[in-house]
């Protein structure tokens, strides 16, 4: 699935012309009765302009109201024959979200229109930007753009027949090489989001582990970026004992993958992503209710993060090395399945009491730490729908994070903030640690009691992280499922989030001190 091209023209190029309009609050005494106030314009006037203005206040059918679009066909402006009409909201609450959400609200209002290419008249969206910061809008513009039209259908034998709309042009804005690469890292960013997206959405028959580690194979080829692929003989020589525990009840054998991305200096260590990659997750024998359990096919969106992640940095050609590690396999009951108060042993030797197989993540994410702890990381970052706790505390509007590196942390929060995908921190107070201690073995997967959920999670990360290596855990259970909060998020389908987050992250990278 590609997106439409966008470029910035001087001419319209189209029939139609885009303009972005502010609403306005009613004065308190019309709040009442009277008509809606008429949106405002910030952009270039022009007498059509004022023509047009002039209707929209006879009419009052269309107030600027955020993401409402109005298509005026067969209505003359300058050259264009079409006016769409495009709500950004009150002008004192605009910022890039804003812009990422008329974005897709056109690209949405285009598909539907069957308009084949737009003009966007630049200065009506981008008027209140400072020159300066207009690259980041335009690029936040471009993303909502590109993402609003994700769907899945290859596996459709009838595909909805729709229409698909081929450019967008964006007038009045400066040709220079800022905005070129505004356009272009949106544009990465759009299609490794779209790839992360469909993994997602192939349902568990259509990405075993294995073909999971085909799909991130190929794309990896097609970027330049090493990967390399253990299968189940080398899994066991390599002692991740908690991975294939977790596989063990499956007839699908688990997989490691490695992808490695080689930016920066040859002296730095690479930063590391880890992902979970439970490419269905039945809960094992401690099995989950039937109810919705097909929304498990994404339990390998952490590794779905991490390859986009992975596509992103090596098509951006970001100057800073990166490894990443998926672990991968499917969790099944099944006669050869683990079982609760089995007891498994990670990579250096720690041994887990099983509690719950369906605390399985956690196992292969463990394995995973260790593994690229022994190729000297700067740093660790890890992604994986661990948690149902997490969507109780932050509903699908926040990816958790904890960690062990305020430095790291306050990084992670500082991208979030540039980039709008929204974290939150959740604490691991020291005595979660209690929660998990076994008699049996060094730490069990999970504590007797419900209570914070996803701290106990992270807590059970952080007995396999390296004291000195600075490590952020990210819950995406909520935050990288389906989506309704906004409108490039197509919901039912996989959100692909922290790609932008950890892109941003990383092209700002600068190497980390290890913890004291
Ligand atoms: N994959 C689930 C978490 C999950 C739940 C993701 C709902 C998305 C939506 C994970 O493996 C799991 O089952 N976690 C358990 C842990 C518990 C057994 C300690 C949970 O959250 O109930
Ligand atoms: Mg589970
Ligand atoms: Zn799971």
């Excluded at 091209?5 to 308190?28: C, M, V």
């Excluded at 989030?497 to 980390?512: D, G, K, Q, V």
């Amino acid at each position: 699935m590609s997106s439409p091209k966008i470029e910035l023209a001087s001419k319209e190029k189209t029939d139609t012309l885009a303009l972005g309009f502010f609403s306005k609050k009613a004065e308190k005494k019309d709040k009442k009765k009277g008509p809606p106030p008429s949106p405002e314009f910030h952009g270039t006037a022009s007498s059509d302009l004022t023509a047009l203005q002039g209707r929209l206040q006879d009419s009052h059918h269309f107030t600027g109201r955020r993401n409402d679009t109005n298509l005026l066909r067969f209505y003359q402006y300058g050259a264009y024959t079409n006016v769409l009409l495009v709500g950004l909201g009150s002008a004192s609450k605009f910022k890039t979200e804003t812009v990422r959400q008329a974005g897709a609200a056109i690209f949405l209002a285009q598909r539907r229109e069957k308009l084949s290419g737009i003009t966007l008249d630049g200065p009506s969206l981008f008027a209140n930007v400072e020159s300066k910061e207009i690259p980041r809008y335009l690029q936040a513009f471009c993303e909502g753009y590109g993402l609003a039209g994700y769907e899945f259908t290859d596996l459709k034998q009838e595909k909805p027949s729709r229409f698909k709309p081929s450019a967008l042009y964006i007038s009045g804005l400066e040709k220079n090489p800022a905005n070129a690469k505004a356009i272009q890292t949106a544009a990465a960013l759009c299609e490794s989001i779209n790839f992360a997206r469909a993994l997602g959405d192939r349902p568990g028959n259509y990405a075993t582990p294995d073909l999971l580690s085909k799909l991130v194979g190929d794309m990896a080829k097609s970027v330049g970026v090493k990967c390399t692929v253990f299968n189940k003989a080398r899994i066991i020589k390599e002692k991740m004992g908690l991975l294939m525990g977790v596989g063990q009840g499956s007839v699908e054998e688990p997989r490691f993958i490695i992808l490695e991305y080689k930016g920066g200096k040859k002296s730095d260590p690479p930063v590391a992503l880890i992902g979970k990659g439970i490419t269905f997750d039945t809960g094992g024998i401690s099995i989950k209710p039937a109810l919705k359990m097909e929304e498990m096919k994404y339990d390998m969106m952490g590794s779905a993060t991490v390859a986009g992640t992975m596509m992103a940095v090596a098509k951006l050609k970001l100057p800073v090395n990166v490894t990443a590690y998926i672990a991968a396999a499917e969790n099944m009951p099944g006669g050869k399945a683990q079982k609760p108060g089995d007891i498994a042993t990670s990579v250096t030797g720690k041994t887990v009491e099983i509690i719950n197989t369906d605390a399985e993540g956690r196992l292969a994410l463990a394995d995973a730490i260790e593994y690229a702890q022994k190729e000297n990381p700067q740093a660790i970052l890890d992604y994986a729908t661990l948690t149902g706790a997490v969507i109780v505390a932050l509903g699908t509007l926040a990816t958790g994070i904890m960690g062990n590196s305020r430095e790291l942390i306050k990084r992670v929060e500082e991208a979030s903030e540039a980039t709008d995908e929204r974290v939150w921190e959740l604490p691991l107070f020291e005595e979660f640690d209690e929660y998990l201690r076994s008699p049996f073995a060094d730490i069990k997967n999970a504590s007797d009691l419900r209570e914070a959920g996803s701290s106990i999670g992270g807590t059970f990360l952080k007995f396999f992280v390296d004291k000195k290596i600075p490590w952020v855990h990210c819950d995406i259970a909520g935050s990288g499922m389906q989506r309704r909060d906004k409108n490039y998020m197509p919901r039912n389908y996989a959100a692909g989030a922290m790609i932008r987050l950890n892109t941003h992250l990383l092209a700002n990278w600068e190497r980390i001190k290890p913890l004291s």
